[in-house]
């Protein structure tokens, strides 16, 4: 079977179950453990032939193929497998209609636009180890960004004073503020990981085609420290706790995927 056939497979999955997830959010089911279930019985094996689909892209003969698309597709699975995960355990289920179809998009594009970036040589076991320190962080803080989106919509409804709404579609905000904050516990974690494991095994972090990724990675690592002490210390919650976060996930995003996008298929530098 080609990887052509394994990946269409995946995203017909991706996109059914994008479809059943936004119909059981319109009519509002309540059957959370049937629907686990079928989240599950779709889900998984997408995300199994998204993995073979990456396999073969990223690890070639010459080492760590991380090139704008590959990397685009790899973040995005890695994000839906995390969530898909912790629907076990937390109300992380409406993520998923959010990031689904971008996970469907990014593996069309990985399919239908090759790209090339050999970051790591086979065998360089630091720099690997950093890569998948920062691809982590990158997935956790993806997931945060998304709850804060659905924390500024809860707001919204109200707002407008519609929480019946907000309660029939929503967990309390108190449980999903309480989510966001675990959760962006976890990605700054990784993310220190990965900045410091990228000062131990980077050549030059700050040579000319990482400095602007280095500096806005920095800068959002020091946004996230904020927004987290500004939880602990003053009990920040609400619109600032959502802002706070939408501005890191924002520069991190910008320093990583904005960097690639720009040396890559724009500057054409692999």
């Known amino acids: 079977m080609s990887l052509i056939i394994i990946g269409i497979l995946a995203i017909t999955l991706y996109l059914l179950t994008t479809g059943w997830l936004g ?82 998009i990014a593996l069309i594009l990985e399919i239908a636009v090759p790209s090339q970036r050999i970051v790591s040589e086979t065998g360089n076991f630091g720099l690997d180890i950093h890569i998948i320190l920062s691809i982590g962080a990158y997935s956790i803080l993806t997931i945060a960004a998304l709850q804060a989106v659905i924390l500024a919509i809860q707001e919204h409804f109200l707002r407008i004073k519609h929480p019946v709404t907000s309660m029939r579609l929503f967990p309390p905000m108190q449980i999903m503020e309480d989510l966001l904050v675990q959760i962006l516990w976890v990605g700054f974690f990784l993310l220190s990981l990965g900045l410091a494991t990228g000062l131990m095994f980077v050549n030059d972090v700050f040579a000319q085609d990482l400095s602007h990724k280095t500096v806005l990675t920095i800068l959002a690592w020091s946004f996230y420290a904020i927004v987290l002490f500004g939880r602990w210390s003053w009990g920040w919650r609400g619109k600032k706790l959502v802002r706070w976060t939408l501005t890191g996930f924002a520069l991190l995003a910008l320093g990583y995927f904005g960097s690639k996008l720009v040396y890559e298929l724009i500057l054409q530098r692999v």
């Open 23 to 104: 119909y059981r959010f319109i009519t509002i089911d309540n059957s959370p453990r049937l629907m686990d279930a079928k989240l599950f019985i779709l889900c998984i094996p997408a995300l199994i032939f998204h993995g073979i689909v990456l396999y073969q892209s990223i690890f070639t003969d010459a080492g760590l193929n991380m090139g704008f698309y590959n990397a685009l597709s790899l973040v995005s699975w890695a994000v839906t497998l995390v969530i898909i995960l912790t629907t076990i355990i937390k109300p992380t289920i409406n993520l998923a209609i959010i990031f689904l179809p971008v996970t469907a």
